[in-house]
């Protein structure tokens, strides 16, 4: 069982490696080519995998450059989702209150 769980989190991470972010070019002048929220949350997303990936390949980037600010915000969305939100530490919290 030990083995399928190690397999799966292979796999998994294989899986995301092929969903990386490339870099796209970003025309200023008009506003329907800029990244959006929905594009900064995917990219939040896949972050940590991108992370690794760009220490070895220069041209994958973690980052956007040019985004507006809901590209921003969807990336520290997508950022706190890949990283678990801080839900531990809240959960500690209301463990110390009981006692």
């Known amino acids: 069982m030990k083995a399928f769980k190690w397999v799966l989190i292979i796999f ?3 899986e995301m490696a092929g969903c990386m972010a490339e870099p796209t070019t970003v025309d200023l002048n008009t506003v329907e080519h800029y990244p959006n929220f929905w594009l900064g949350l995917w990219h939040g997303i896949i972050a940590p995998v ?3 990936i760009s220490l070895f390949n220069k041209g994958i980037g973690i980052y ?3 985004g507006s600010g809901w590209y921003d915000f969807g990336f520290l969305m ?3 989702i890949s ?3 801080g839900g531990h ?3 500690r919290r209301n463990r110390r209150k009981k006692f």
């Open 78 to 80: 997508g950022v706190s």
């Open 12 to 14: 998994l991470l294989l």
């Open 83 to 85: 990283f678990g939100g």
């Open 50 to 52: 991108s992370f690794i």
């Open 89 to 91: 530490s809240a959960s």
């Open 64 to 66: 956007q450059a040019g």
